[in-house]
């Protein structure tokens, strides 16, 4: 077991850095990414919503069904915004399923406890649910996308980029070397054929990529949400120039790669606990759509924002408010998941293996049913 946690936590350098990933992602987390965030449920709380049943879950006698427990990892950042009103929907009765919520700072936080059977679902990066099946013999299964792209492009006063070409000849600040942010951006330059023509220079974090903006080091660089919004809040003069996601489809029809969404953030399960458990798998997808659906409605906004930060998933709702538009929450599950994710593997797998663990999934790393 050690071994394997160990193994796991080395991928660090290979998991997103993305908006999928926590600390890395957003602004501050509650949590550092060396620690741990519990429920924000009170002793007193618990208690009082074991006595609470949702109307839907009565036996045919009338009597209040067993709630199923699920403990749900939530990763701070876009990759666990979608969880937000299921988070406040559990902690008021109001869920199917009976589920203790963590937050997580970092993704090397959550493999250990999916490996030791602490945690039954868990929001992770996608290529870490791909890790994770092969560190585990097959042990863990992707049971859904959550996060489509949460990459831009931002220029500082003064620069003008409107397309991909303009990037000929200039240098790009960003995060994530040897990681999923990495291997998009090279993949949309070659798509152009400017990959040799861009001086693309990696920073640790993202805030030293916001550091360089704001002492005028770097005039343009690649940045997730919500770290977006806090550099466009903090930096004078920034603009946001182009929006990744979108210059990954066209990158994708010019290389002829068919349906390769660019997915940066998923919901992964313990095949045990699917296996024990089918229909409160089934509930969970049911519940979770929901709640995604809940947070990137533009109605809801404002409550979207307060939950974010009444769980922590974002520091404050001000920041969430002008993030959510831009994080591309989504619900993606059954074969539909499948057919949009395996070529972002293929092509993962093509800069480096090492970022999918080592080889492709096989048809068993879906959960379809």
Not at 99 to 110: H, I, K, Q, R, S
Not at 125 to 134: G, I, K
Not at 271 to 278: L, N, R, T, V
Not at 307 to 329: D, Q, R, S, T, Y
Request: with cysteine; net charge negative; proline share 5%.
């Amino acid at each position: 077991m050690k071994k394997v946690i160990s193994l796991l936590l080395s991928m660090s350098l290979l998991l997103s850095a993305c908006g999928a990933q926590g600390t890395n992602s957003g602004e501050t987390t509650t949590a550092p990414s060396s620690s741990v965030t519990e429920s924000r449920e009170s002793t007193a709380d618990t208690a009082e919503q074991t006595k609470e049943q949702p109307a839907e879950a009565q036996t045919t006698e009338g009597q209040p069904a067993e709630r199923t427990k699920v403990n749900f990892g939530v990763l701070a950042g876009p990759t666990g915004m979608g969880a937000a009103k299921l988070w406040d929907d559990s902690k008021n009765g109001k869920s199917t399923n009976d589920y203790t919520m963590t937050l997580f700072g970092a993704p090397t936080d959550v493999a250990p406890k999916l490996i030791s059977k602490e945690l039954d679902i868990a929001a992770v990066p996608t290529n870490l649910a791909a890790v994770l099946y092969q560190k585990t013999n097959g042990g863990v299964q992707l049971l859904a996308l959550n996060t489509l792209g949460v990459l831009y492009l931002l220029t500082a006063e003064g620069e003008s980029i409107h397309s991909i070409e303009d990037l000929k000849g200039k240098t790009v600040y960003s995060s994530g070397q040897a990681a999923v942010p990495e291997y998009v951006f090279n993949y949309i330059l070659d798509a152009y054929g400017i990959k040799e023509e861009v001086t693309v220079i990696y920073e640790a974090e993202h805030d030293a990529v916001v550091a360089a903006l704001a002492a005028g080091k770097a005039q343009i660089a690649v940045l997730p949400e919500p770290k977006v919004t806090a550099a466009l809040t903090q930096v004078k003069g920034l603009s946001l120039s182009l929006d990744l996601t979108k210059e990954w489809e066209s990158a994708v029809a010019k290389k002829g790669d068919g349906d390769c969404l660019l997915s940066m953030g998923c919901v992964v399960v313990r095949k045990a606990f699917a296996e024990e458990h089918p229909q409160a798998v089934a509930a969970f997808l049911k519940e979770y759509e929901a709640s995604v659906n809940f947070m990137k409605d533009p109605a809801n906004m404002d409550a979207a924002a307060a939950l974010c930060e009444a769980c922590g998933i974002i520091p404050k709702a001000a920041v969430a408010k002008k993030a959510l538009p831009n994080c591309n929450l989504c619900l993606i599950a059954g074969t539909d998941m499948k057919t949009q994710i395996a070529p972002f593997y293929e092509i993962l797998f093509g800069f480096n293996p090492a970022a999918v663990g080592g080889k492709l999934p096989d048809d068993a790393f879906y959960y379809t049913k």
